[in-house]
């Protein structure tokens, strides 16, 4: 069992590590690094459903851990690609980090790759612990996190699309986001991100050994609230929209969403 874990993990670092490599070189090409956000969600479907193809545990509970990374990692992806990168300037959190770090650009880039890689690879062990699991039946545990996967996939697809709307309407222009769950929460999107992560862990509970997958949830709640995440994101909001994200975050949750307060907006 553990060589064959030992080889599926092997197997899925070779793909991902690839995959960011070619994406640094094309960002090489199109001074474009948000490519690195696309190849984050594609990376981890790719890893999902090479662990069904080669893993030797139960075919339904393989492809069933793949459909859920592999339907979430797609979309994410996609997404990611048409909103940040075709046709689009480079986002302002990328662009500090090139006025941040001034020399030596494409090798601190290619290691920034590469560590996202590394995180695809540890993020993966939900999909892993499954895929080694044998047993011939699936249980309530699996069965209710494919109902959290769902919940929380349609809480971000519909935080992405209320965004992506509100975008889309030349009339909002420097305008901040308070759309639907942008109401509720500056950052409805992570919020079910992690969902869905909790998702995977929960999944991953009913298989021998899953309980170490708790450590992805985990992992993910640091990098959104103390990382990449949210300091990022609204630091690059300052720079742009001052007093007016000031503003929005004194009156709106983070993270869960939750009512605003009420001398919010008027």
Known sequence: MMHQSLTLVWHGAAVVVLLMGVLWAIQLRTRNAAIVDFGWGLGLALIAVLYAIEGPGYAPRKWLIAAMAGIWGIRLSVYLLFDRVISKPEEGRYQQLRGEWKTNLPLK??????????????????????????????????????????????????????????????????????????????????????????????????????????????????????????????????????????????????????????????
């Open 109 to 266: 880039f290619f290691f920034f790759f590469q560590f996202q890689a590394l995180l695809c690879v540890l993020l993966s062990a939900p999909f892993l612990f499954a895929v080694l699991n044998s047993r011939n039946e699936l249980s309530w545990l699996e069965y209710a996190a494919v109902g959290l996967w769902l919940l929380a996939l349609a809480g971000e697809v519909a935080a992405d699309w209320q965004l992506a709307a509100f975008k889309s309407d030349p009339a909002n222009k420097g305008k901040l986001c308070r759309a639907g769950l942008w109401n509720y929460s500056r950052h409805p999107n992570y919020f079910f991100e992690w969902l869905i992560w909790v998702a995977y862990a929960m999944f991953a509970l009913a298989s021998p050994w899953g309980f170490v997958a708790l450590l992805c949830p985990a992992l993910m709640l640091y990098f959104l609230l103390r990382v990449t995440g949210i300091p990022a994101t609204e630091a690059q909001a300052l720079r742009s929209r001052g007093e007016m994200y000031r503003r929005y975050q004194q009156t709106t949750s983070a993270f869960v969403p939750w009512f605003p307060k009420k001398e919010s907006w008027t």
